[in-house]
């Protein structure tokens, strides 16, 4: 969590002073459409780190901005929607006047409770004035199944009641989630999960921008900005979100998961935290490998495969390299093809098969990952002669690679080949190379080979690999 930076000394403190320096009450809709605004007419990025969206699911969402609707994201798990639901923080005002010691951030123009606006009134210009980082204007839930109305909306707090309040004191309230982020940004994670008759208490927080606690007349007029995440398959399938609350959203926004390859490729490089250099190439397969899992028959796609599959990948790859080059004391620990291969135990859970599957999720995966190796390699390698690699394992030799195979031994088992400078280029490793990135080439090249069935592989007890012979 980012910490907040200390409030700038030249902020008015008073109405007064407030009132004096020309600034004007806007609302949280009318402040995000004025700064997506702003941002759209100087073309600044608007939700910086988001990837694979800019031409689909953004223009939806700075639509709906703009219009100043509540909005629903629809997509399966893992394609970033709290991600960009956390990205509209960056188009609240860097910071914004509130009563100071106001429970529900009310501006110093529009009281909203009963006790600031009699103490507007008793201190007239003189009302301090405190100011709230946009970080702090956004409150977020998870919808759990024990969630209550007195966690979004509120309830009687029998603290204050016995103090001495009477009961019909709005004083009494202990305000939930939902007001306590008023002027600001509330989202509500995974919207179906939350109970029925929980859904009913935010129908007035959308139509008529208020709450009701209890039997309370009491009518707080609401500034917020309401947001909430859900599966498609929950959504309109099994009706879990009942349909007035369904009405009231005004945008209905779907996301999906990368597009193309290449935007695949560049969130797992933008996400994942690599402990060891992982080749361009391997990544490449990862994310095929993604792609491929993602679209096959044996997975239930109801449930969908997340980035976070991809980016896992990427992590445990380089977890791989980083391990061998501990145990054989290598300094630069290079991602080879053949770490890839663990991935296919360690990430099973993440992924949802059918029922008819039960068995053979190691077998559907590992078939999976070959042909993502298969379709890189014939991507970036087709059309170079390869004979040279061929031509070593022709007369009954043989190259021994494996996870615990260092790149010297591989190096000094190979030598000199014909041909290794243009696929160390091909796979953008030919500017000056390291003996880990040559190493990583090689066992690359091999290993298409191997699959385009133009060399022989085995495994061994021990658990390498051994091509040729």
């Not at 953004?58 to 703009?66: F, N, V």
């Not at 009963?114 to 919808?143: F, I, N, Q, T």
């Not at 139509?207 to 909430?228: F, N, T």
């Not at 945008?251 to 990368?258: G, K, N």
């Amino acid at each position: 969590m980012t910490q907040t930076p200390d409030q700038p000394l030249d902020l008015p403190r008073t109405v007064g002073e407030l009132r004096a320096s020309g600034h004007r009450f806007r609302t949280v809709k009318e402040e995000l459409r004025e700064n997506l605004l702003a941002k759209l007419r100087a073309g600044e990025p608007r939700f910086p780190g988001i990837v694979g969206y800019d031409d689909t699911v953004l223009p939806e969402l700075e639509r709906a901005i703009l219009a100043g609707h509540d909005v629903v994201l629809l997509g399966e798990r893992g394609q970033g929607k709290t991600r960009v639901i956390r990205g509209l923080i960056s188009l609240l005002d860097e910071w914004t006047p509130v009563i100071a010691g106001s429970e529900l951030n009310e501006h110093p123009f529009e009281p909203v409770t009963p006790a600031s606006r009699r103490l507007a009134s008793e201190a007239g210009d003189a009302l301090p004035v405190d100011w709230l980082h946009r970080s702090m204007r956004y409150g977020e839930k998870l919808a759990t199944p024990d969630t209550s109305v007195g966690d979004l909306i509120g309830d009687v707090d029998p603290i204050r009641v016995a103090q001495g309040r009477t009961l019909g004191d709005p004083e009494t309230i202990h305000f939930g989630l939902v007001p306590r982020t008023n002027r600001g940004i509330f989202a509500v994670n995974e919207l179906p999960d939350l109970a029925e008759r929980i859904q009913v208490s935010l129908l007035n927080v959308l139509e008529e921008r208020d709450i009701q606690v209890r039997g309370y007349q009491l009518r707080l007029p609401l500034d917020v900005l309401l947001v909430a995440s859900a599966n498609p398959e929950d959504y309109t399938n099994r009706g879990r979100i009942i349909t007035p609350l369904k009405d009231r959203f005004g945008a209905e926004i779907r996301t999906h998961y990368p597009l193309d390859l290449e935007l695949e490729i560049d969130l797992v490089r933008q996400e994942a935290q690599l402990v060891a250099q992982v080749p361009e190439h391997v990544l490449e397969v990862l994310a095929r490998f993604t792609r491929a899992v993602r679209e096959s028959p044996s997975v239930d796609q109801r449930s969908g495969v997340s980035a976070r599959f991809a980016i896992a990948a990427a992590e445990t790859v380089a977890a791989s390299a980083l391990r061998r080059a501990g145990m054989l004391g290598e300094e630069r620990p290079v991602a080879r093809i053949g770490d890839t291969v663990s991935v296919t135990s360690t990430l099973r859970g993440k992924v949802e098969f059918d029922s008819g599957e039960e068995g053979r999720e190691i077998e559907i995966l590992a078939h999976l990952l070959r042909t993502a190796t298969a379709e890189a390699f014939r991507g970036r390698l087709a059309g170079l002669d390869l004979s040279g690699f061929t031509d070593l394992v022709a007369e009954g030799q043989v190259i021994e690679t494996g996870e615990l195979a260092g790149a010297d031994e591989i190096l000094r088992q190979v030598g000199t080949v014909p041909g290794l400078a243009k696929v160390l280029e091909r796979l953008g490793l030919g500017d000056a190379p390291s003996r880990g990135e040559a190493a990583a080439g090689i066992e690359f090249a091999l290993e298409g080979l191997h699959l385009t069935r133009r060399l022989s592989k085995d495994l061994t007890e021990d658990g390498r690999t051994v091509y040729g012979g």
